[in-house]
């Protein structure tokens, strides 16, 4: 599977942006799919996961009402509805292909395919 991220870009906090991730090479609906961060110095670190047919999201407890993680299989795509940016949000942002369970899928170590990065810039 590749992924290719876009949609990044450098917004005012308090402002939105909406990431994109699309697949090819093979369908999305095999895969728990996610988004992960990583900010200068700092690890990777998980961000939001959705199942397979978008039933159940998980949300690192920082974005938690502010982003929302959504999936259209026909499209082989996932979003990151990213509203109320703050400058902490500022980072690099990872689409993840998980082939295992959602709880593993929240662990970078559980990643089975991973995009190039979009970076998120929150400004002042």
């Known amino acids: 599977v590749q992924l290719q991220a876009s949609g990044g870009g450098l917004v005012q906090a308090g402002g939105s942006l909406r990431l994109s991730c699309t697949a090819s090479?093979?369908?999305?609906?095999?895969?728990?799919m996610g988004w992960f961060r990583q900010a200068p110095g700092k690890e990777r670190e998980f961000v939001a996961t959705?199942?397979?047919?978008?039933?159940?999201?998980y949300y690192t407890d920082s974005v938690k009402g502010r982003f929302s993680i959504s999936r259209d299989n026909a499209e082989s795509t996932v979003y990151l509805q990213m509203n109320s940016l703050k400058i902490e949000d500022t980072a690099v942002y990872y689409c993840?292909?998980?082939?295992?369970?959602?709880?593993?899928?929240?662990?970078?170590?559980?990643?089975?395919?991973w995009g190039k990065g979009t970076l998120v810039t929150v400004s002042s």
């Open positions: 993840a292909a998980s082939s295992t369970t959602s709880s593993t899928a929240r662990n970078a170590g559980g990643v089975n395919y």
């Open positions: 090479g093979s369908t999305i609906s095999s895969y728990v």
């Open positions: 959705i199942s397979r047919y978008g039933g159940t999201t």
